[in-house]
């Protein structure tokens, strides 16, 4: 069943808050994503529908993070990770995570990475996302 307007509104704002936390983390990788996470929604009033959506993406890139980054390793042969800007390779993981889960459609993940990418960073950190995501979702089987 489709998802509502509401619905794609709250899953839009979750993955903004997700990138947040994951883009703060990246900054003090030391304070833990979870707890970066957990402190940066209180502190933004983050509500119960759209932490339900951004607690599952902040905790498989928690969990997975070594495997998440091997993945895009692996198909960004030309760039390290630790060069990319932080908010590209926060972009690049939160959409990896959801990838990884396997509950979002990969064009719906790579399409709201491309709108994090555009809207956080700039236009050419889209065209990176979108082919990074692309080639990551086509390795991991998703399309």
Same mark, same amino acid.
């Given at each position: 069943?489709?998802?509502?307007?509401?619905?794609?509104?709250?899953?839009?704002r979750? $993955?903004a808050?997700? /990138?947040? +936390?994951?883009?703060?983390?990246? !900054?003090?990788?030391? %304070?833990?994503? *979870?707890?970066? =996470?957990e402190?940066?929604?209180?502190?933004?009033?983050?509500?119960?529908?759209?932490r339900k959506?951004?607690?599952?993406?902040?905790?498989?890139?928690?969990e997975?993070?070594?495997?998440?980054?091997?993945?895009l390793?692996?198909?960004?042969?030309?760039? $390290?990770?630790?060069? /990319?800007? +932080?908010?590209?390779?926060?972009? !690049?993981?939160?959409? %990896?995570s959801? *990838?990884?889960? =396997?509950?979002?459609?990969?064009?719906?993940?790579?399409?709201?990475?491309?709108?994090?990418?555009?809207?956080?960073?700039?236009?050419?950190?889209?065209?990176?996302?979108?082919?990074?995501?692309?080639a990551?979702?086509?390795?991991?089987?998703?399309?």
């Open positions: 069943m489709p998802l509502t307007a509401h619905e794609i509104r709250v899953r839009r979750a $993955r808050r997700a /990138l947040q +936390a994951l883009y703060a983390w990246d !900054l003090v990788p030391d %304070a833990g994503l *979870l707890k970066v =996470g402190r940066l929604f209180a502190d933004l009033a983050v509500g119960p529908e759209e959506v951004a607690a599952p993406l902040l905790e498989e890139a928690a997975s993070l070594k495997e998440i980054d091997n993945d390793a692996s198909v960004t042969t030309n760039w $390290r990770l630790e060069r /990319l800007s +932080a908010i590209d390779r926060s972009v !690049l993981r939160l959409a %990896a959801e *990838l990884r889960i =396997g509950e979002t459609p990969p064009v719906t993940v790579i399409k709201e990475a491309i709108h994090l990418a555009e809207r956080f960073g700039t236009d050419a950190s889209a065209r990176f996302v979108n082919g990074v995501l692309d990551l979702a086509r390795r991991l089987g998703r399309i």
